[in-house]
């Protein structure tokens, strides 16, 4: 099998599983979003450690954690993909998955504006055209819903803004989410243990099922992330930015069809109004990949 479809697999694999997660979380019940965050960042440690030793990863971890710069932002990644883990899991267990859906879906032109504040990166026509589409969108869904959509602007703002940070160090996959995880490890084990000592832990006190179910949280969180880490190496950002947006339709369509939210036509338009957005960005983007690579197949003139 070419490394292509390896990387196109990949990534369905890993927005497949993002895909089915509003079935997931409440499985985690009774146990609170803080609870199931903790425990995310607890197992998914111990697995990544674990894989690290099977794979002799632990020199890679060794050269981020001595290199300061590294480490700064790794750990500001940490707080902000904890942040997104928890509003995602409130937003679930609440009874806001198509929102949360929404978040996703605005996720990459939230990253093209971060890329011109950050970056200052130029936005071609189109580009610009889009953010304008999906600025229009959340005032649409603002007026309906009597509020801005808290939930889907922090889920795409804080994803955004990891994305960011794990844009600015080049570290591999694995040895990444280790040290990601490991700087929030002692917060989580101290949330576990609070919650324990107060008899509001679910863990150990809803058989061992639940137990089980809490501890698979660390599978469900690293597979994903190194599936997407594989993806990413493989094949052209053009398409794994295509692929992304399995996710958001998986749970919208759980949202809508398993979970009943409401799609009433205001709402409906609002999500109408970002699909057009990213329509006219995926559109822009597929046209400057086809140009960039006919750009790089074209020889170069003579005495250049």
Sequence with gaps: MDERRVGVLAGLGAYSLWGVFPLYFPLLEPAGG???????????????????????????????????????????AAVLIAANWLVYVYAVN???????????????????????VVFRERLRRLQWVAVGTAVVAVVVLTVDHGSPPWIALALALSFGLYGLMKKLVRVEAAPG?????????????VVIGFLQADGQAAFGHDGAGHALLLVSSGLATAVPLLLFAAATRRVPLSTVGLLQYVTPLMQLSIGVFVYDEPMPPARLAGFA?????????????LRQARTNRRAAADPLPAGI
């Design 273 to 285: 109004i970002v699909w057009l957005a990213l329509a006219v960005f995926t559109v822009d983007s």
């Design 34 to 76: 803080l609870e199931i965050v903790a425990h995310r960042i607890v197992w998914s440690l111990l697995f990544v450690g674990l894989l690290l030793s099977v794979r002799r990863g632990w020199g890679q971890v060794r050269r981020v954690v001595g290199d300061r710069r590294a480490l700064l932002v790794l750990a500001a």
């Design 94 to 116: 609440s009874g806001h998955v198509v929102e949360a859906s929404l978040g996703y879906f605005i996720n990459p032109l939230v990253s093209v504006v971060l890329g011109v």
């Design 177 to 189: 989410l280790f040290v990601e995880t490991a700087v929030v490890f002692v917060p989580a084990l």
